[in-house]
C-alpha cells in the first residue's frame, strides 16, 4: 500500500518562502518519479513540479521555474519542494504524487500519477 504524507504548509505573506515535504512509504521509493501539484480553489489540479527516479532530472511549470526547486531524497523516501518568492496566486492545496509504475522518463502530466497524498494548504498574503 503505498501512502503519501505532506507537511509544511501554512500561511505566509508575499515573498515568503516555504518548504514542503512528503514522505513515501510502501513500496521502493528510488524506483519511482514523483510529482508536485497543486488546486485553487475552483480550478482544476494542475502540474507544478516532477523529478525523476533517481533525482537527475526536473521539470517546472513556466509559472513557478526559478522560484520553486524540487528535490528527492532517496535515502529518506522524501520529495521536496522549496518555495521561494511566494505569490498571491500560488496560494492553492499542494499534493505530492508518484506513477503506479516505474518510467525511464519524467512523467509530467497529471494523468500519469496514480498515487496521491492528502494534500497541505499554502495560503499566500499580499
Known amino acids: 500500500q503505498v501512502q503519501l504524507v505532506e507537511s509544511g504548509g501554512g500561511l505566509v505573506q508575499a515573498g515568503g518562502s516555504l518548504r514542503l515535504s512528503c514522505a513515501a512509504s510502501?513500496?521502493?521509493?528510488?524506483?519511482?518519479?514523483m510529482g508536485w501539484f497543486r488546486q485553487a480553489s475552483g480550478k482544476e489540479r494542475e502540474s507544478v513540479a516532477a523529478?525523476?527516479?533517481?533525482?537527475?532530472?526536473?521539470y517546472y511549470a513556466d509559472s513557478v521555474k526559478g522560484r520553486f526547486t524540487i528535490s528527492k531524497d532517496n535515502a529518506k523516501n522524501t520529495v521536496y519542494l522549496q518555495m521561494n518568492s511566494l505569490k498571491p496566486e500560488d496560494t492553492a492545496v499542494y499534493y505530492c504524487s508518484t506513477p503506479a509504475v516505474s518510467n525511464s522518463y519524467l512523467p509530467t502530466t497529471r494523468g500519469e500519477y496514480y498515487y496521491w497524498g492528502q494534500g497541505t494548504q499554502v495560503t499566500v498574503s499580499s
Open positions: 510502501g513500496r521502493t521509493f528510488s524506483r519511482y518519479a
Open positions: 523529478i525523476n527516479r533517481s533525482g537527475s532530472s526536473t
